[in-house]
């Protein structure tokens, strides 16, 4: 069964750091773009940060100079570096990713949500 399984999430003081991990796992031919999404209470789910397989990145304005969204591809992990934050990115933090699981057959992947609270 192919998965998107993410951790690093928590409680952090403004000013503060975190890294998000989310790795895919399962029968994947191969991955292309990954992204990492938010979602506050009582607002829609917006991305934060993506990467195509070959590296380049997209992030939005709100994260920029602030959040550094990487992969490793050997390992089909995705990560994101969040440094800075504030009581403003506190959210549901989903991973996202276009899965390859057939010859023909790619797919969105959606993680399950990690809690990220920023909070003095």
């Known amino acids: 069964q192919v998965q998107l399984v993410e951790s690093g999430g928590g409680l952090v003081q403004p000013g503060g750091s975190l890294r998000l991990s989310c790795a895919a796992s399962g029968s994947i031919f191969s991955i292309y773009a990954m992204g990492w999404y938010r979602q506050a209470p009582g607002k829609e789910r917006e991305l934060v940060a993506s990467i195509t397989s070959g590296g380049a990145t997209n992030y939005a304005d709100s994260v920029k100079g602030r959040f550094t969204i990487s992969r490793d591809n050997a390992k089909n992990t995705v990560y994101l570096q969040m440094n800075s934050l504030k009581p403003e990115d506190t959210a549901v933090y989903y991973c996202?990713?276009?899965?390859?699981?057939?010859?023909?057959?790619?797919?969105?992947?959606w993680g399950q949500g990690t809690q990220v609270t920023v909070s003095s």
């Open positions: 996202n990713a276009d899965l390859r699981v057939a010859l023909t057959i790619t797919r969105e992947y």
